[in-house]
């Protein structure tokens, strides 16, 4: 039996240690304007019942996306 879409929780990965980025924050980084996490959050927002972010810097910027966001609890970004 299919899973209903709106028992499913999405969540967009952005927790990492930015090591291949020099320490740029990939997921804020702007792709036409937008972040790159918004736009993950904005494609798979139809497709699940709630959608959330996995972060563990800039909070607050990924906060100004009106979903919940929850940091690693595991040291050293293990997710």
Known sequence: MPLDPVSITGVVLAGGRCARMGGVDKGLQ????TPLA????RRLKPQVGQVMVNA???LTDYAAFHVPVCSDTLPDYAG
Do not use: D, K
């Open 30 to 33: 702007l792709f036409g304007g």
């Open 38 to 41: 918004l736009h993950a959050l």
């Open 56 to 58: 563990n810097r800039h």
